[in-house]
Structure formats: C-alpha cells, structure tokens
C-alpha cells in the first residue's frame, strides 16, 4: 500500500507492541496503526513507518551561505536550499508558516518529487559549495536529506542544516557521517518560552547543542531570535551567552537576530536597535569571540575580527562580502586562528 502511494520507509523507529516508536526527535513519538506523528509527515502504515514527505519538496533555490545564517563556513558560497512541509515545533513567530505548518494547519503534504541525484545535479549547476536542508526542520525530512547527502558528498558538496535542534542523540549519529556544519536555533533559556511560545521543550535543544560540541567534528552555529518582552532580558540573554561560552565554546559563533512581526506573533513590535546592540554587547562581555546582529541593516557586528588583533578578517554587508583577509584558516595580518571552516 505504501509503495502505491509514494511514501518512504522511514529511518530510526522501532516495533512497541502494536504501535512503533520514532526516535528521529526528541518527542519519540509511539505512533498507533493509520496514525501519523508529531510533525505530521510520519505514519505508521500496518506496522511500518512511513516519511511522507519525501517526494514532496515544497522549495529550492540558491542562497548565500551566510543567509542560513553560518558565518564562518564557506563565507561567500552559494549554497542549494530545499525543505519539505512539517515541523515538529509550532513556533508562534516561524517566518515559514505556510509550509512548516502544512500538515498540520491544513492537513495538507504538498510538494514536488525531486530525486536526490537530481537535486544534487541542481546544485552543482548553479556553482553551489553545499546543499542546505532548511526552510522547516530538516530533521523530519531525514530520509531526504540522507539521500542527498550522501550523493552530494561523493560529488564534493558541503551538507548543511538549519535547524531547532529538537533531534535525538541517535538522529544526530545517522546524519554525522555526511552532515558537515549546522545552524541552531536556541531561541529561549527558559521552559516555559518554548513551551508557550514554540510548543516545545527546551532541555533536549541544550542537550544536542552539547553532544555537537563535544562529540562530533560538525562545525555549528547558534541563533536567537530576540522577540521584545518574551526572551529578551539582559539576564536571559547573559544566561544564553554564558551556556554557549561554557558548553559548547567560545568560538562557537552566536546569532543574535531582530525579530519583525510575523504569523500568530504579528501584534509584537520590532525588537529595537538598542536592544540588539544590549545583546550583542552580553555576548562579547560573556567571552564569545564571535557575535554577529542579524535582520538590522547597517548593523556593525555583521563582519568578522580577528580576536587577537582585531583585523577585519571577513567584511559583510548584509550578504555581501568585501574583502576577505584569512589564509590557511589564519588571520592574514597577525597568522592568529579564525575558527571555522574556510576550504
């Protein structure tokens, strides 16, 4: 029956009895028969798991590398940009609604069949370095992105995630193998944010920003979109500094980016400028070497400096870059290291 209906055996669930059990996120589903989980494009269909939102991709472009946003892997690459609908978060503010909620607003999978090599064969011809899986979160469309993935680094391609970071232990040693940087959101320090605001928990999200840091050679990044009067406290923001600092590194670069008002959120102003430039200040006063002000025009903390002899290494204006001052991974002026990942 599956087979009829284009659907893919899904990966990483296990038999519980009648029902199965998806260990892809941290919501580790227990799915009954005809039933779908959290994120509504998993199924169980008489005893099996199903992704069905393989042959549904609902989005693919070209974006520059920094838009993800990563700051410090590949700077100045394109990188090939697909997602499928669904999401296993429901945040209040996703600039994405219309597909990530798909599934479950509009009970509704909707997309075009895209084979992985075809994909990758795309991204190749518009001269891109990586293949980005984003939009909604990628870790629901793992069976896709493995796929992909794989091809795309037989080929040469990077491999990329824009992520909530919601993925178990186990989704994030499946991926490790092809999955060559990541961008996390950790978009609160608080239970309840994530509870109110995302209908989701904040403790596995902390949990998988660690395991990355210290388990795996996947380069990361984090974001936090400041929302006025929701998470955007200097005691929040220095608890969210001082965690990265601590758990995950100082040179783990921290995104710190303005929110506008968007989808069940839309009767929220805009975080002020002053606001911005608070947290960017908590950051560097936290001991991050790398922190960057995202959706403020003109903002000054969008390039990179050195941390040793403050030289402007990587010079950004929105997502245009100037010049560019590393060799071999050094700063060009004084050979001090710049973290990232720049081959």
């Known amino acids: 029956m599956a087979d009829d209906v284009g659907y893919k055996e899904a990966v990483l669930w296990v038999v519980e009895g009648e029902k199965v059990r998806c260990n892809l996120c941290n919501w580790r589903c227990l799915i009954a028969d005809g039933m779908r989980g959290h994120c509504g494009v998993r199924r169980n269909l008489g005893g099996v798991l199903y992704s069905l939102c393989y042959d549904k991709v609902c989005a693919a472009s070209a974006d520059p590398i920094e838009k993800k946003p990563l700051f410090h892997f590949l700077p100045g690459t394109q990188s090939y940009s697909i997602s499928t609908p669904g999401c296993n978060f429901q945040c209040g503010f996703c600039q994405n609604w219309q597909i990530s909620q798909m599934p479950v607003e509009d009970d509704l999978i909707e997309g075009t069949a ?96 660690r395991y990355i840091a210290k388990e795996t050679d996947i380069w990361m990044e984090l974001t936090t979109l400041v929302v006025p009067g929701e998470n ?25 980016s303005r929110f506008y008002p968007m989808y ?80």
């Not at 758990?247 to 783990?252: F, I, L, P, Q, T």
């Open 264 to 343: 069940k959120m839309s009767d929220h102003g805009s975080t002020p400028t002053e606001t911005m430039m608070r947290a960017y200040e908590i950051g560097k006063k936290a001991g991050l070497n790398y922190v960057y002000v995202g959706n403020l025009p003109s903002a000054r903390a969008e390039s990179t400096y050195c941390r040793q002899c403050g030289e402007m290494v990587i010079e950004r204006v929105g997502y245009t870059l100037g010049k560019i001052c590393i060799k071999d991974g050094q700063c060009a002026n004084c050979q001090a290291k710049v973290a990232g990942r720049f081959d």
């Open 114 to 209: 895209i084979a992985p090599d075809v994909i990758v064969a795309e991204a190749i011809r518009a001269g891109c370095a990586s293949i980005a899986y984003t939009y909604t979160e990628p870790t629901i469309f793992m069976e896709l992105c493995a796929d992909t993935g794989r091809i795309a680094k037989d080929k040469g391609l990077k491999n990329v995630f824009v992520s909530n970071g919601f993925m178990t232990i186990e989704a994030i040693e499946f991926a490790r193998g092809w999955l060559d940087a990541i961008n996390i959101d950790l978009k609160s320090f608080r239970e309840d944010y994530y509870r109110d605001v995302c209908k989701a928990k904040l403790a596995p999200v902390l949990d998988t920003i």
């Open 232 to 256: 955007d406290s200097d005691q929040e923001l220095k608890q969210i500094a001082e965690f990265i600092a601590k758990e995950a590194g100082a040179d783990v670069p921290w995104h710190v």
